[in-house]
């Protein structure tokens, strides 16, 4: 049984103040909620906020991003040993922000993978095709290297997350549809399965402006085991219902 996960990846917003206010609002409306896991991913500097405020609920923390080294001279990174020190259940890696801006690689995305794992982190891999990919047909190849490469060398994966963020869809309001998402989510599942002999356990997230209009039919797709929201996460109105159009109420 794979449980869904409702992941809320904030990205560059939301001081210590708003985060507290944030799990504030959203602790009591999670009571009617069950059979979803909730992550949220606020930045580095609100995860002891965070932690704090989510004691005592079963909303998980997630790290946005980690680098590989325990410690050491490397100025502005955090270690996955911080990560987990700030309480943290998950971390993202390979998000196409990071690859876009920050040049990641699929190396550099298994590197920080396999880091996490070591640390006792459960690790959401994201992978995704660019437009121009997708134009030229390329969309199943990329993904396969994308995951091929991202796990390398890990044996155990009973502790990563896939995540299906099609770049042209992060941000822009227009999700891929049903039909792409079924058939990039089922490719995934396949190449688990080839490498993976217990493949079938592992979670596959879609992410890509999903909002409380589509999330029940993105939700409902087959091999569609939650979702990783970025806009629609920020304000607790919108990702309560995301959550709720999974999340069996008692
Ligand atoms: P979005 O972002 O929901 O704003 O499209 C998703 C993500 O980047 O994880």
Redesign the pocket.
């Known amino acids: 049984m794979r449980t869904p996960l409702i992941a809320a ?1 904030w ?1 560059m917003n939301k001081t210590t103040g708003e985060t507290r206010e944030f799990i504030m609002e959203l602790t009591p409306l999670l009571r009617d909620v069950t059979g979803v896991e909730i992550a949220i991913a606020p930045p580095f500097t609100s995860l002891p906020v965070a932690a704090k405020f989510i004691k005592g609920t079963d909303i998980k923390l997630c790290a946005q991003d980690l680098f590989w080294e325990d410690r050491g001279a490397y100025t502005g990174e955090i270690s996955p040993l911080m990560i987990k020190d700030c309480e943290c259940t998950y971390v993202i890696t390979g ?3 990071r690859r876009q801006y920050f040049g990641e690689t699929d190396d550099v995305v298994n590197k920080k993978l396999k880091a996490g794992l070591r640390t006792g982190l459960s690790v959401i891999m ?1 992978i995704g095709e660019t437009l121009s990919e997708r134009e030229e047909g390329k969309t199943m190849a990329v993904l396969e290297r994308q995951i091929r490469n991202g796990l390398s060398g890990v044996q155990d994966i009973s502790n990563i997350v896939i ?1 299906y ?1 099609p770049v042209w ?4 309001g227009i ?1 891929a549809t049903p039909e792409q998402i079924k058939e990039a989510h089922s490719f995934i599942r396949k190449i688990l399965k080839e490498l993976y002999k217990d493949g079938d356990s592992v979670r596959i997230l879609y ?4 909002t409380p209009e589509n999330s029940s039919e993105i939700l409902s797709i087959e091999d569609v085991d939650g979702a ?6 920020l304000k607790v109105e919108s990702f309560i219902r995301i959550i709720k159009s999974k999340g069996v109420k008692r």
């Open positions: 990846n990205k998000h196409s922000e994201c995540a963020e869809a992060i941000g822009t999700s992410g890509g402006s999903v990783l929201v970025g806009g629609a996460s």
